[in-house]
């Protein structure tokens, strides 16, 4: 696939245009990016969380998790023109989540009947937490980074099995319904609380490296880490 090459790359501060928009998910899912890249919706809910998180993040550091480490651009400027557009679309969230403002959200289905496809870009979002240098529990008040977190492990499907099972028939889904209804002003409040926090005296770096959603549990349990002890600790 031959990608055409902007003669001047544009304001870094301009939003994409609706070409550009479509040109930067082709070259998320080309061979350039030999299949690591995040897709669209999956990077969007990764950044959100890379910008709204209790420590900024320089792009060096999410830049690889985001696009992978083994890319091959057909020239240097290929390559340019593919930071270009990713940094655009990183700087276009931050500028609508520091207004407090509601943007468009990057998510697919699909067919026309199928339910919006929450799951793969609250993945994106929650692997952004994860990435943080900080954990977001030792730097704010754990139960209400829990609380806030909470509509977004359950659209990315992540609630524990147990907590699911209790449920009454129906809960579940007007759960989901209720978060899906409030999705924007979830994640705007999510940065909202940390654009607070960051004005306080400095958060608590981890001593020792995070264990991860997918690891085994350090409790020695035999189940992942997501499903006992770092599971939300309650159903709100």
């Known amino acids: 696939m031959v990608i055409g090459i902007p003669l001047a790359l544009p304001d870094q501060s301009a939003p994409l245009s609706e070409e550009e928009f ?3 998910e082709d070259l998320l899912a080309s061979d350039i990016v030999s299949g690591e890249a995040m897709a669209l919706d999956e990077l969007q809910g990764f950044l959100c969380a890379i910008v709204s998180g209790p420590e900024l993040i320089p792009p060096s550091e999410w830049l690889p998790a985001a696009l992978g480490e083994s890319m ?17 679309f990183y700087n276009q969230i931050v500028q609508a989540l520091n207004a407090d403002q509601g943007f468009d ?34 730097a704010g008040d ?15 499907g992540e609630l524990p099995a147990q907590s699911v099972r209790r449920m009454k028939p129906g809960e579940l889904e007007r759960l989901l319904t209720a978060c899906r209804e409030d999705f924007g002003a979830i994640v705007c409040g999510i940065h909202q609380y940390w654009l607070a926090l960051r004005a306080k005296p400095t958060t608590i770096r981890r001593a020792e490296s995070k264990t991860g959603r997918n690891d085994a549990c350090p409790c020695g349990s035999g189940k992942k880490f997501k499903q006992c002890c770092g599971a939300p600790g309650k159903l709100h």
């Open 142 to 156: 754990a139960d209400e980074v829990d609380e806030l977190l909470f509509p977004l492990v359950a659209l990315a």
């Open 72 to 88: 091959r651009y057909e020239s240097e400027a290929q390559a340019q023109q593919v930071m270009d557009l990713v940094m655009r």
């Open 22 to 24: 479509n040109r930067l």
């Open 105 to 138: 959200f990057v998510l697919y289905r699909p067919d026309e009947m199928a339910e919006y496809d929450y799951e793969t870009w609250c993945l994106g979002y929650l692997d952004g937490v994860e990435f943080s240098p900080v954990a977001w529990e030792d």
